[in-house]
């Protein structure tokens, strides 16, 4: 049996534990319940991808002292809006919900980022427990306490700040999800390498030079999830709210990403990896503009994600005609523009990051061509 690994988030009275391993859902099942002791009621919110992958054996392993009850959702981003947390809500407070209850958010980064404001919002707080199905949400988007729907606006411009009371980072969920979610999970991962450790990042590069073959093994799964984690617990320790310019660096790339994203309206035509992934090579590009990055390092880069088949410029998007002028008019409803001012997280090397706000509009459209 392999090991259980844990990663721990220090926010105080709010810190909690991310548990990663293989089978936890047997393994941890004590550690998972006693988390929630005196809740009665279960409100699993997942879609209907994974209701169909793992709901059934997800179900087994919850102890038949609670109440379970199940709001399944359509899949994919255009969910992640206003409309549908009104309806999870209404369910919730139909079905009596109480404090002392809790939610499973059981799915991706769509999943965990409604279950999340649903938890945070309703009863104005009841107890969460993450349990992540793909890469990118393992990785990322599951631990941190960021909550939020999409708007007309833009990606996640309505949300709260709402830790849950674990995560549990099961392996073997990732056996189901086709390569390309694996992928997109793996851009989260490199960014981790670029924007805080470059040993990481190198390490990495020699796990890909014939990493084709092994983007599904478990144990290497199991190593870029926990070195992932730790990364991103170690700046939200520092800046749970992202007003310290510390949580901010987890950003790199993401404004270009999102603004991509909603000229993509949102469609599984752009996974959010994949416009991380071209995001983060814009966002090198622009340091290089600059003068804070050397060549070599963009194209170090570059590379790691061409190797893994990931997107690094626009061509990618040439179906959608995306322009520069419409990704530009979608940065500015972005939730790091300040006094009217975009922030950007730009390189000086590979595993040193920093927060501008003082980036020439030219530059930043040269780095997009």
Known sequence: MNKIDSVKVFLKEKSYKVIIGRNLLKREKNKIFSSINKAKKIFIITDFVIKKL????????IPKKFIIETIVIKT???????KTVEQILNFLLKKKISRTDAIF????????DISGFV???VLRGVRLIHFPTTLLAQVDSSVGGKTGVNTIHGKNLVGTFYQPKLVVCDIDFLSTLPKREILSGYAEVIKYGILADRKFFFWLKTKFGSFGKK????NILQEVVKKSVFIKASLVAKDEKDVKNKRALLNLGHTYAHALEKCCKYSRNLLHGEAVSIGICMASRLS??????????VEEIEKLFVVLGLPTNLYFLKNF?????DIMKNMMYDKKVLNGKLNFILCKEIGKTFVCNKVDLNSIKESIN
């Open 54 to 61: 793992h709901l059934k054996s997800f179900l087994k392993f």
């Open 76 to 82: 994919g981003e255009k969910t992640k809006q206003l």
């Open 321 to 325: 005609k995306v322009k520069t002028d």
């Open 215 to 218: 983007i599904n093994d478990p």
């Open 119 to 121: 938890a945070s919002t």
């Open 288 to 297: 290089q503009i600059l003068c804070f990055l050397p060549t070599y390092e």
């Open 105 to 112: 958010a059981l799915g991706g980064g769509v999943i965990g």
